[in-house]
């Protein structure tokens, strides 16, 4: 693979390095949220069996209207809120985002040869502020609390339709409002992501001498293949440069002049790649589909989604097939 290319790929490694760092953080956290509510939820479930005893079906519905689940829930949001750790990861990630990004572009120009007349980097508060404008931290928090307490939901409306013991549906309950912890982990490394990309281009952008870019996907064997075909084609400097939730793919210029880093692009080295590998990557329908003429480009699509934005994707069967013609 290109050098330069190999270098971004450093950046990419720490991007990755902060992730677990993140992770292990958030885990520890979540540990003090489940302690804080353990007593609550243990009286919600004993709670909960007492009605049941009443005669009263313990369901979602019900559950809504009962003012000891409505304290439990607001008590596990006061706790996500209040912990100051998982803010703090957030902006941490952001912030760690911002400086690779920043540090990627430079690098990148550099090699080619823009290294020289830069302009200073924009302030990192100015980064914040714009990743804030978009998703404010109290918001992806909400996020959070809003799987945590679907999650505290589900299990105790399972438990109790299995008629488990109260120390079980306790802890199941505990089990499925890692959900949320799951949703914290998924932010993090998308606010990281994100902030990567965004101050990279940025920088391209503000360098006046870059009139596009192109995707640098992770080329491995988990990339998914929606970015592996978006991989090396061109875009022009104003446009979006978007990826799907913990997406990490990243981004090199064109310059005005022409120049940029040339590699074998995502769709070219995936119609190289031996049967075997191209069936894993594309799964057997796409794949058959590619062997009977389909092309690759047409798996391709950037979808909306209201909570990330849109991302690229790779197109549903069910689409692909309304566009086989019948002969
Ligand atoms: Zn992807």
Same mark, same amino acid.
């Given at each position: 693979m290109n050098q330069i290319i190999r270098g971004v790929n450093t950046f990419k490694n720490r991007i990755k390095s902060n992730e677990t760092k993140a992770i292990a953080t958030l885990l520890d956290s979540w540990y003090d949220v489940e302690k804080a509510i353990r007593r609550e939820l243990e009286n919600v479930v004993l709670y909960a069996q007492e009605l049941a005893r009443q005669g009263i079906t313990v369901d979602e519905y019900t559950l809504n209207s009962i003012d000891r689940w409505k304290e439990l829930l607001a008590q596990v949001q006061k706790e996500i809120k209040n912990k100051k750790e998982f803010a703090r990861v957030i902006e941490d990630m952001r912030d760690k985002g911002i400086k690779t990004g920043l540090g990627t572009a430079d690098y990148v120009l550099d090699k080619l040869g823009v290294g020289f007349d830069l302009l200073p980097a924009r302030e990192i508060d100015m980064y914040i502020s714009m990743l804030d404008g978009k998703t404010p931290i109290g918001k992806l928090l909400d996020k959070a609390y809003g799987e945590a307490s679907n999650g505290l939901k589900r299990g105790l409306v399972d438990g109790m339709a299995k008629g488990l013991n109260p120390l079980q549906i306790a802890k199941d309950m505990a089990n499925q409002m890692g959900l949320g912890l799951e949703r914290l982990v998924l932010i993090a490394r998308t606010e990281q992501a994100r902030a990567w990309r965004m101050s990279t281009l940025d920088r391209y952008r503000q #360098?006046? @001498? @870059?009139r596009g870019f192109k995707r640098v996907s +992770?080329? +491995?064997?988990? #990339?998914?293949l929606a970015c592996l075909l978006d991989d090396g084609k061109i875009y022009d400097v104003a446009s979006d440069f978007s990826d799907h939730p913990a997406g990490l793919c990243t981004l090199v210029p064109i310059l005005n002049t022409g120049r940029t880093v040339n590699w074998e692009t995502g769709e070219e080295w995936l119609s190289k790649q031996s049967d075997e590998t191209q069936r894993k990557i594309m799964g057997n329908s796409r794949y058959e589909l590619y062997k009977a003429g389909t092309p690759l480009a047409d798996f391709y699509q950037i979808k909306e989604s209201e909570i990330w934005g849109p991302a690229p994707a790779v197109v549903p069967l069910k689409d692909l097939n309304s566009l086989t013609v019948v002969e």
């Open positions: #360098t006046g @001498v @870059v +992770a080329r +491995a064997k988990n #990339t998914c």
